[in-house]
């Protein structure tokens, strides 16, 4: 059974970075592709960046290229998400996901996190 668990959000002022850990109490992380999406108020939950379950391959959405990097370490079940030049338009519901395919759809994705929230002051 996947067990996922967000931590890490917070208030930070543009400009500033924050690294999102995602942890999986089960035994069969290493067997996930795991995502990162984000739930703004209003809006629909978005693709964020997504990491094959070797961490060999990475995507990312276009409005977080260039200023977030996601990564995994298999050892301690856990996934993060470092974003660096934070906006306000990323103020949002952080989500982790885990799936057997890789991809930006969330309907890729069997196992949700509870979220952790992130707000960006200007």
């Known amino acids: 059974q996947v067990q996922l668990v967000e931590s890490g959000g917070g208030l930070v002022q543009a400009g500033g970075s924050l690294r999102l850990s995602c942890a999986d109490s089960?035994?069969?992380?290493?067997?996930?592709?795991m995502g990162w999406f984000r739930q703004a108020p209003g809006k629909e939950r978005e693709f964020v960046a997504a990491?094959?379950?070797?961490?060999?391959?990475?995507y990312y959405a276009d409005s977080v290229k260039g200023r977030s990097t996601i990564s995994r370490d298999n050892a301690k079940n856990t996934v993060y998400l470092q974003m660096n030049s934070l906006k306000p338009e990323d103020t949002a519901v952080y989500y982790c996901?885990?799936?057997?395919?890789?991809?930006?759809?969330?309907?890729?994705?069997?196992?949700w996190g509870q979220g952790t929230q992130v707000t960006v002051s200007s």
């Open positions: 996901a885990a799936g057997l395919l890789l991809g930006s759809d969330f309907k890729s994705y069997d196992y």
């Open positions: 089960g035994r069969t992380f290493s067997s996930y592709a």
């Open positions: 990491i094959s379950w070797t961490g060999g391959s990475t």
